[in-house]
């Protein structure tokens, strides 16, 4: 039976920045293994239909200062096509056996080319080939037909098989560059709050919000960190 985390509460008085914070407990997760993927988070944008939707994508990482998380995605999917049509996201992580979740809202804009190239090439060669056989989003008639398309990216690119391929050849000197339809995304942090289970269900909850503005390059200036805590 998995252990429950003790119960706790968010620091008092609450620090003037909530980042550093969040960027410790994404480090906790990944530390202790709480899960299988403790990066995990629920992405939830809006289409231009002003509809919602949402999805599981994995954070790359929290970076504290300036304030913004980082994950990786094919443009063309259907969250890309919503954040070019409305770039602002929210998303929420769940670390359960920690007692902890944490959400952060803000606009999004795409990482540096050279960012995505470098994330792109540690990636095992497998997973590079997906991403450029893989339309993702778009129908597809069967798995085999999506199977079929891989191993024609793969004979394209000069690759092995990757289904009979050995699991030990994880990287036979192949050359496979980011395709331009595949990369980072920023999600700048202008709404941020933390939560934590509490016991009777007295969860401690705080809020952290601050205006930000465009300065060019992706980045964004931001205003100092306005606070209040929430009852649950």
């Not at 497998?126 to 037909?145: G, T, Y």
């Not at 891989?150 to 394209?156: D, Q």
Request: glycine share 6%.
């Amino acid at each position: 039976m998995a252990m429950h985390a003790p119960f706790q509460t968010l620091p008092e008085p609450l620090p003037t920045d909530p980042m550093p914070l969040a960027a410790t407990w994404f480090r906790q997760a990944f530390d202790e293994q709480v899960q299988r993927n403790p990066n995990a988070m629920t992405l939830a944008t809006i289409g231009a239909d002003g509809r919602p939707s949402a999805r599981i994508v994995l954070c790359k990482e929290i970076v504290a200062d300036p304030g913004y998380l980082v994950f990786y995605t094919n443009y063309r999917s259907r969250k890309g096509r919503e954040l070019a049509a409305h770039p602002w996201a929210a998303v929420v992580f769940l670390w359960d056996a920690l007692g902890r979740q944490l959400r952060v809202e803000g606009p999004v804009v795409h990482a540096l080319p050279s960012e995505s190239d470098d994330y792109f090439a540690s990636r095992p060669w497998r997973s590079r080939l997906s991403a450029i056989a893989s339309e993702q989003s778009a129908p597809v008639a069967s798995r085999r037909l999506l199977e079929e398309r891989l191993r024609e990216t793969a004979e394209r690119h000069g690759a092995p098989d990757p289904f009979s391929a050995p699991d030990d050849d994880q990287e036979p000197g192949l050359r496979l560059p980011r395709p331009a339809h595949w990369g980072g995304y920023r999600l700048w942090a202008a709404a941020v709050e933390l939560w934590c289970e509490g016991e009777h269900r007295l969860h401690d909850r705080a809020r952290w919000r601050r205006v930000i503005a465009p300065a060019g390059d992706g980045r964004f200036q931001a205003e100092p960190w306005q606070h209040e805590r929430l009852q649950p």
